[in-house]
């Protein structure tokens, strides 16, 4: 059967919370918003100081780690958990840390500024943010990507929830965070024209994922079959952060030049811990 005659099933937002909030400036209390489940997502404009988006995505390009990854996004530095066994994410971790480190270690990073920021809003609730670990192993700080895919998509849609479901992870702690909510964050340092975020009111259940074959990758869902839900299209400039609930299917519509942006995701795996991993 064609992916695009298969009806998705799942749950669907009401309208009040399909939506983003925007802001000029950093407000950490709406992203505690986005990992309590309680919106779906905001974007921070023009956050990121013009010298930091600068040295990172020098840093980027530079960065002797950054490999070519076919089809979308084409250039990253970090490691991606998607797809593999715990081992061997996390292994590959290990092995760029440092790369990693230098381009996310620019003066006036974004990403230890929010970080730091979320740290402290969440200090109020008795609860903080790390990295995700496992028997004294780290994941991935960050996740540098770079594309400029052709065709529809840049990035295709796809759903964060369905990779944490995967056996070969099963005791990573990750896993917990789907009692709660999964955030995405990007950070976006360079940027050129199109590359809009798409979102549409749509989180897949497990009958879904199953009739199309992506119970461990949520990757792809078919522009067809998602034509029946409401989206959002949001414009993506550089210097800008946005955090929103990775569950519904999103994709990045196409674009020219290069559309670089750290990013990282993360979820509370008990009321007193947040976990980010890439």
């Given at each position: 059967m064609h992916q695009s005659t298969i009806r998705l099933s799942g749950r669907q937002a009401d309208k009040e919370f399909f939506r983003f909030e925007e802001?000029?400036?950093?407000?950490y209390g709406l992203v505690l918003d986005v990992l309590h489940g309680r919106r779906l997502g905001v974007i921070f404009r023009d956050v990121i100081p013009p010298a930091a988006r600068?040295?990172?995505?020098?840093?980027?390009?530079?960065s002797p780690a950054r490999q070519h990854r076919e089809g979308e996004p084409s250039h990253y530095v970090g490691a991606y958990h998607w797809n593999k066994d715990t081992d061997t994410y996390l292994g590959e971790?290990?092995?760029?840390?440092?790369?990693?480190?230098k381009v996310i270690d620019a003066p006036d990073s974004p990403w230890h500024l929010f970080r730091q920021g979320v740290n402290e809003a969440l200090r109020e609730e008795g609860a903080s943010l790390r990295v995700a670990r496992t028997n004294g192993r780290s994941a991935c700080a960050?996740?540098?990507?770079?594309?400029?895919?052709?065709?529809?998509f840049s990035l295709d849609p796809h759903e964060d929830e369905a990779q944490c479901k995967d056996p070969r992870?099963?005791?990573?702690?990750?896993?917990?965070?789907?009692d709660h909510q999964i955030c995405a964050v990007n950070m976006c340092t360079e940027h050129s024209d199109g590359g809009r975020l798409v979102i549409w009111n749509i989180r897949p259940d497990d009958e879904t994922r199953h009739s199309l074959g992506i119970e461990r990758t949520g990757l792809p869902?078919?522009?067809e079959a998602l034509a029946d839900f409401e989206e959002l299209r949001l414009e993506i400039r550089e210097g800008d952060?946005?955090?929103f609930n990775g569950a519904f299917v999103h994709a990045v519509d196409a674009n020219t030049g290069n559309r670089t942006t750290v990013s990282f995701i993360m979820g509370f795996t008990d009321p007193r811990t947040v976990v980010s991993w890439t």
């Open positions: 802001r000029g400036e950093l407000d600068k040295s990172l995505t020098e840093r980027f390009w530079a971790a290990a092995e760029v840390a440092e790369h990693v480190r960050a996740l540098i990507r770079a594309w400029d895919k052709e065709g529809d992870q099963v005791g990573f702690e990750i896993q917990r965070v789907l869902y078919a522009a952060i946005y955090a």
